[in-house]
């Protein structure tokens, strides 16, 4: 049999090709132990053992080729004997979502960013910030319960469009009725290709995306560039770069594409028109405010941009546990935990925020306020575990590191590790600069 990256490569090279293409006999790929493979190194071993790796891939083949493989239903998945087999039907749902993604992936367009390979919130903000110039009014939109809410025979009628194969839809509709396919949150992007749901939900909507692109080109015209799209899972803006009049118009034919062509119920507080002038306008939890910068070219007139900012309700959420009458305290919860383990969740909390604000214009000053009252929790409730005092903590524990991105060095709390090769390191707080970057950071990935 061919390997799994040559028959995924053959179909993107078809898809991309002929986007009118209509794929068959993709469920006989199904039997292909390879892709079990490919999928399974991919995705950590789904939690098979090697013992019983053939004698489980051999029962997922033999149901499929008698065609009695039924998922199990989701309200059974509590009972941890049916464990085993759950982990089967996320087996086999990321072989069927690597088939319908090398279908599917060349014919998104640029402008969906949610789930998709190479392509991240951060992607769909550094879109936004460099296409956004000075738009009047901009369409907010939120589809709630995306995935609860999509038609499954409808969604089985879109992608029957391209996939002309019985048994692998009906398969698909199996796992669908079964209710195992599950979609994350927008935001969670570590487990963005985990699983079939999100795949479904881009295939649902890049309906809406292509009914909107075939909108701004009609009203696109003569090279004038009056609206812009952009969408990540669920949620999407279009700016409106014209009459206040013809924005509200373009949401309404929105809306009611929406709930007659996709049978998506919309939430009118969710799907907006603002003016981002005197309005608050967020987007994947990120203010959107608009300001003007000279012309580089000389003239008077100035140039409209953009700039990402951290909501301030969100650093104040974020130092809840952390701060108490403007001073930092102890975690309470976090007392018992190994020093270790302490040292490495306030490293983690702090660099998964900056990693996905680092974007923001503001990433330093807000961060930089957060990482205060953060670190000396951290001291404090290190303090507060070995009954001892702050100073005492970091004479104990502080160790000199040279400053990263600039010169000198500072004393930061830390504690020595042998990692799995046994080398000698230190394990110590979030130590990157707090600074606006154009780019997701490597140490974010």
């Not at 005197?278 to 000279?294: C, G, S, W, Y």
């Not at 909390?349 to 957060?370: G, H, P, S, W």
Request: aromatic share 10%; proline share 5%; net charge positive.
């Amino acid at each position: 049999m061919q390997k799994a990256e040559v028959i995924l490569s053959l179909l993107s090279h078809k898809a991309r090709n002929d986007e009118h293409f209509v794929f068959r006999r993709l469920y006989r790929y199904l039997y292909n132990p390879d892709f079990y493979r490919y999928v399974g190194t991919k995705m950590g071993g789904m939690h098979f053992t090697v013992d019983g790796y053939l004698e489980t891939l051999h029962h997922i083949i033999q149901k499929l080729r008698n065609e009695t493989y039924h998922p199990i239903r989701s309200n059974v998945l509590r009972d941890k004997k049916h464990f085993p087999r759950y982990s089967q039907d996320q087996w086999l749902q990321a072989v069927v979502r690597e088939i319908l993604e090398s279908i599917y992936e060349p014919s998104f367009l640029d402008t969906s960013h949610g789930f998709r390979p190479n392509r991240s919130v951060h992607t769909a903000l550094y879109t936004l910030k460099k296409t956004w110039k000075g738009a009047q009014w901009v369409i907010q939109g939120t589809i709630p319960n995306v995935f609860e809410q999509m038609d499954h025979h409808l969604l089985i009628q879109i992608i029957a469009k391209r996939v002309d194969d019985g048994r692998f839809l009906e398969l698909i509709r199996r796992f669908l009725k079964a209710g195992c396919v599950h979609i994350p949150s927008p935001c969670s992007e570590r487990i963005q290709r985990s699983g079939l749901g999100p795949l479904l939900v881009n295939i649902y909507l890049n309906e809406l995306d292509q009914w909107i692109e075939r909108v701004v080109n009609r009203y696109n015209h003569s090279q004038e560039i009056r609206i812009q799209y952009i969408r990540y899972a669920h949620q999407w803006m279009i700016f409106v770069h014209d009459s206040k009049t013809m924005a509200q118009r373009l949401l309404d034919q929105v809306c009611i594409f929406l709930e007659t062509d996709l049978h998506l119920a919309y939430d009118k507080q969710q799907n907006t028109l603002k003016n981002p002038r005197k309005d608050n306008v967020q987007f994947l939890r990120h203010e959107i405010a608009m300001f003007t910068k000279p012309s580089q070219t000389g003239q008077n007139t100035p140039m409209p941009s953009v700039q990402l900012l951290v909501p301030s309700d969100v650093i104040r959420k974020k130092l809840k546990p952390f701060r108490k009458r403007g001073r930092p305290v102890h975690h309470h919860a976090r007392v018992h935990l190994p020093l270790q383990d302490l040292i490495q969740i306030y490293h983690d909390e702090i660099k998964q925020l900056y990693c996905y604000y680092c974007l923001a214009t503001d990433v330093n000053t807000k961060l930089r306020m957060f990482r205060f009252f953060h670190y000396h929790s951290l001291v404090k409730t290190i303090a507060h575990k070995e009954k001892s005092s702050a100073k005492k903590v970091m004479d104990k524990y502080g160790v000199t590191i040279q400053q990263k991105g600039g010169t000198g060095t500072r004393k930061l709390l830390g504690v020595p590790y042998r990692d799995r090769s046994g080398k000698r390191r230190m394990r110590t707080y979030f130590q990157e600069p707090l600074v606006m970057r154009n780019d997701p950071p490597n140490f974010c990935e």
